[in-house]
């Protein structure tokens, strides 16, 4: 009889899965991402709500402006970029909202709907306006391919059996909570940007590169960026294979490879 129960779950799980598999915007990637854009985004402002009210967020500032500014420009540059290939519905529900936290991480991370945040201690290894792009277009590709939705859907059917978001919330709230932040990369960690998967890390190098040329910004600047991560980490790289995102070379190099496709995009302005 267990063994029966076990058989009818495994299929009901295989069907779950199958059914609600997704393609990965622009990219074409199959992926298990089965949570409601409306529900994450309204999980999503209220969290940001709640860190805006708990943090530290600078405004008037050079540095908020510059902020503002590139994620306007970048957020154009995804509008176009999805408007052209037929996907702008996948941005509906989005307010995108752009700000600068004084904290020393070294950091940035967008939630779903388009909510961005860059912590003051990524700036210096930014160095200017281009490098601010370079973050500001992989962070925002990142909430374009769903990655959040697919690690927070993987979650949910770890922990909790794949239950729906809403009834997670409802019965454990706290739990689901630090789940989603946890998905979206928000949080402190010293000397790097906190790692999605290699997978997801190589999405989001790739699509960021487009937008932020889109948005004329040159691509060049983000091999450039990576290697001024790699010297802040004093030279000690994890080696790949015990790694949860690309070696810093690979990364370097793979983004180097990808500068011609993205330079067909390239909008100097």
């Known amino acids: 009889m267990k063994q029966k129960v076990l058989?009818?779950?495994?299929?009901?799980?295989?069907?779950v899965i199958t059914s609600t598999c997704k393609k990965v915007p622009i990219t074409g990637r199959k992926q298990l991402a089965f949570i409601p854009a409306s529900e994450l985004n309204t999980l999503s402002f209220s969290q940001y709500q709640q860190i805006k009210e708990k943090e530290q967020v600078i405004t008037g500032t050079p540095e908020a402006k510059m902020v503002e500014r590139v994620g306007r420009r970048i957020q154009k540059a995804v509008e176009d970029y999805m408007a052209m290939n037929n996907q702008s519905h996948l941005l509906r529900g989005f307010e995108w909202e752009?700000?600068?936290?004084?904290?020393?991480?070294?950091?940035a991370w967008c939630m779903p709907g388009g909510k961005v945040a860059f912590y003051t201690g990524i700036l210096p290894v930014c160095q200017n306006e281009?490098?601010?792009?370079?973050?500001?277009?992989?962070?925002?590709?990142?909430?374009?391919a769903q990655h959040g939705n697919e690690r927070m859907s993987q979650a949910l059917l770890?922990?909790?059996g794949g239950v729906a978001l809403a009834i997670a919330l409802r019965d454990k709230p706290s739990e689901t909570q630090a789940m989603f932040l946890a998905a979206y990369g928000v949080g402190t960690t010293l000397g790097a940007l906190l790692p999605f998967s290699r997978l997801h890390e190589s999405e989001a190098d790739r699509l960021g590169l487009i937008f932020m040329a889109m948005a004329g910004y040159h691509p060049d600047a983000a091999p450039k960026f990576w290697e001024r991560m790699a010297r802040l980490k004093g030279g000690t790289v994890t080696p790949e294979f015990l790694?949860?995102?690309?070696?810093?070379?690979?990364?370097?190099?793979d983004l180097n490879a990808a500068i011609p496709e993205a330079l067909k995009y390239y909008k100097p302005q």
């Open 158 to 160: 770890q922990q909790f």
């Open 243 to 253: 790694s949860t995102h690309p070696s810093d070379q690979r990364r370097i190099n």
């Open 7 to 15: 058989k009818i779950f495994s299929l009901l799980l295989l069907v």
């Open 130 to 144: 281009e490098g601010v792009a370079v973050v500001m277009g992989h962070e925002v590709a990142h909430a374009i």
């Open 98 to 107: 752009f700000i600068l936290i004084k904290n020393d991480a070294v950091n």
